[in-house]
């Protein structure tokens, strides 16, 4: 289970993915191709066609939940094309991540699974309470809000030192930290776009290649 991504050399995937994509593990964290047993795949009953996008780690996640395994195989099974060359067909490629994860939680939350939890926090406390509480601590003229701004800047060296520990180029790891900060405020539009198309009870694809 493995795929590699063919860039544009002008494409800001590159800021976002790394040239092999995805980590397999037993716990489930997967995002990419795979090959399955076929027994496997009928006993989850394959995947959930709800999903506008996602589909991968839920079907995985599942997989693992009824007592099978999934393995990382170290060989290139396939190419992706993430050639993504505008900021806007990134931000709705983000919008989309985050609609897929929210989704994804809504759904094994109802099967008495939980799935996402974890990243929807986290999504939630970077790009919704803590703007708000540095608004709210400018308002009252507390000068600890700078807190903030330094709580941002370690989630960013955390960023960087994860993509250097893994091969990346000090400046393809310092891009890549800008970019994921950015997602956080993407994903939860995602996520909040998830909720109100839940409520009206139709859901839609969100494009995010420009053709």
Not at 15 to 30: A, F, L, Q, R
Not at 95 to 103: I, K, N, Q, S, T
Not at 197 to 208: E, L, T
């Amino acid at each position: 289970m493995n795929r590699q991504h063919q860039f544009d050399s002008k494409s800001t995937s590159r800021c976002k993915y790394n040239p092999v994509y995805g980590t397999i593990t037993d716990e489930g964290h997967v995002l990419g191709i795979m090959a399955v047993d076929f027994k496997a795949y009928q006993v989850v009953s394959g995947f959930d066609e709800r999903l506008i996008a996602g589909e991968d780690p839920d079907f995985v996640l599942r997989l693992v939940g009824a007592g099978w395994r999934a393995i990382r195989v170290d060989v290139p099974m396939a190419t992706h094309d993430a050639g993504i060359l505008t900021f806007r067909e990134w931000w709705q490629r983000s919008v989309r991540a985050g609609h897929a994860l929210a989704h994804r939680d809504y759904l094994a939350r109802a099967q008495g699974r939980l799935s996402g939890a974890r990243e929807l926090i986290s999504t939630a406390f970077w790009s919704i309470a803590l703007p708000i509480t540095a608004i709210v601590l400018l308002l009252l003229g507390i000068k600890q809000v700078v807190m903030i701004a330094l709580l941002y800047l370690l989630l960013f060296a955390r960023i960087v030192s994860y993509h250097a520990r893994n091969g990346e180029t000090m400046g393809n790891s310092i891009l890549a930290a800008r970019y994921n900060v950015v997602a956080k405020f993407a994903n939860m539009a995602g996520v909040a776009r998830f909720y109100q198309q839940q409520k009206a009870g139709a859901f839609s694809v969100v494009d995010y290649k420009q053709n």
